[in-house]
């Protein structure tokens, strides 16, 4: 936040927010790639993450919260060795 | 405005001073010598004499962050405590200042353990004079009652919690006469409550003391080091209101008398002020050039008004309640010391550690130190130093 300290005369108070705001990624280094064809929809991923990072909707994984997930990789290596949808790659390439 | 004329002890006194103030929440724990403080207090809640959630709690800790959590929501909150309450209460202190929360905290000083003991020394506060509180102590039951109203005004001004001591036993136990000032003359002088307190009930939702990190933490730390310089600009005014609501003159931040031309000059904090002017005029009348001086707000540490007061002198004699066991003295001669260190002609320092545990101070005591003259160093007066032991 970096504020200059002059503006912070009140104290520690900020705007109430819950953690859904909170953009809590900035330190993943290894970022899971879902690959939806190879998926067959078994929910540990979503069971397993820690951050409740991976999305689902009506039984079936939709998509990976970027902006929650911490890249820990606990979705890829509880991913069914036989679907294996999941890849970690690192932070920044393609 | 005319005051009554009333017989009290320290205790009373604070706990008609909180009535008057009014405070929305009191969140305490009873601790010999501030016990009276609290009971006479909830006696008023109970009579319906005062609109106040009162909280009885199961420790200082907790009566403390009750007294965090009130304040937080916007209420104007008082609490009281001593010794062994006040280290307990630690942790949530520094959590009160962090938060800017102006909650008003009466001390009845009080040695702390071990050995167990319950009379007066300024061992407790002292213990908690870094964690962010303003400090002043009382030296008398008028002024304990004076400038716990005083605390609330700069407390809520300051945007800082205010510690209000007064010397166990002999302030907190001691029935003198008070002048006590008419309700609606207190309710002019403080208004209702926090001027513009947060508000977790109702408005705009906010997070109070989220997490600071590396990147943040060290300006709300500089920040709260900037709130504390202000307090005795604010203090100043403090009194002038106060002057005006009351028709008391009250100090600041240092009393002092006599220092212009003196050689010797002393220096002390709490009720033992009586007894310290009155040796600095003895010693005047025996030809002795003696100045007094009290530190009335330790916190923050009236440096400059004590190098003007002490500048002209050849000895200070600091006379401390507490002691840091660091081998360089009591906490006020520390710092004492070193206000004085700016100056280029430097009196010498007497750190003279007294009245532990509640150990009276004798008028003998004090000529016979301003008689024989300070020699510097750290003294404990009183205390018999070891004989040598012959061989048998």
Redesign the interface.
């Known amino acids: 936040?970096?504020?200059?300290?002059?503006a912070?005369?009140?104290?520690?108070?900020?705007?109430?927010?819950s953690s859904v705001s909170y953009r809590t990624w900035d330190w993943r280094q290894l970022r899971p790639v879902l690959d939806l064809d190879r998926c067959v929809h078994c929910m540990l991923c979503w069971l397993y993450c820690p951050d409740s990072a991976i999305r689902a909707r009506g039984g079936r994984v939709v998509e990976v919260d970027y902006e929650h997930c911490k890249g820990c990789g606990v979705c890829a290596a509880v991913c069914p060795p036989r679907a294996s949808a999941i890849r970690m790659v690192p932070e920044g390439a393609p | 405005m005319t005051a009554r004329r009333v017989g009290l002890t320290g205790n009373e006194a604070v706990a008609l001073a909180w009535k008057q103030i009014r405070p929305h929440v009191v969140a305490a724990y009873p601790i010999t010598p501030a016990t009276q403080i609290v009971e006479r207090f909830s006696a008023y809640v109970a009579e319906g004499e005062v609109d106040t959630e009162f909280v009885p709690v199961e420790s200082e800790h907790s009566a403390l962050s009750a007294c965090v959590g009130a304040a937080a929501a916007g209420a104007r909150v008082v609490t009281a405590t001593a010794s062994q309450g006040l280290a307990l209460m630690h942790e949530i202190l520094y959590v009160a200042s962090?938060?800017?929360?102006p909650i008003v905290l009466n001390v009845a000083n009080r040695a702390l353990s071990a050995p167990i003991n319950i009379h007066g020394d300024h061992s407790d506060t002292m213990g908690a004079r870094d964690a962010g509180w303003v400090q002043m102590y009382a030296r008398s039951v008028q002024d304990a009652y004076d400038r716990t109203l005083l605390a609330v005004w700069v407390a809520e001004r300051a945007?800082l919690p205010v510690m209000v001591c007064l010397d166990g036993f002999t302030l907190t136990h001691s029935l003198e006469p008070v002048e006590v000032y008419p309700d609606e003359a207190v309710r002019a002088f403080l208004g209702e409550g926090p001027l513009d307190g947060?508000t977790l009930v109702g408005g705009?939702?906010?997070?109070?003391?989220?997490l600071?990190l590396p990147?943040?933490y060290?300006?709300?730390r500089?920040?709260?080091a900037?709130?504390m310089e202000r307090v005795p600009e604010i203090l100043a005014e403090g009194v002038r209101e106060f002057r005006t609501h009351f028709g008391r003159d009250l100090p600041s931040v240092v009393e002092a008398r006599g220092t212009e031309d003196a050689e010797v000059a002393l220096v002390v904090l709490g009720s033992y002020a009586d007894s310290v002017e009155q040796a600095a005029l003895r010693a005047r009348v025996r030809g002795q050039r003696a100045g007094f001086v009290r530190v009335v707000t330790f916190r923050p540490f009236p440096a400059a008004e004590l190098r003007r007061a002490l500048g002209a002198a050849r000895e200070v004699v600091v006379l401390d309640r507490a002691d840091t066991l660091s081998g360089l003295g009591g906490p006020l001669g520390v710092e004492v010391r070193a206000a004085l260190y700016e100056l280029e002609n430097r009196p010498r320092v007497t750190d003279v550690i007294f009245g532990l545990g509640g150990r009276e101070l004798r008028d003998q005591e004090l000529d016979a130190l301003l008689r024989d003259g300070p020699r510097g160093g750290v003294v404990y007066l009183g205390v018999e130093e070891p004989h040598v032991l012959e061989p048998a």
């Open positions: 936040m970096a504020a200059r300290w002059q912070l005369d009140r104290g520690p108070v900020i705007p109430a927010r | 962090g938060l800017r929360l945007r947060y705009e939702p906010i997070t109070v003391g989220p600071a990147d943040s060290m300006e709300f500089r920040a709260l900037a709130a």
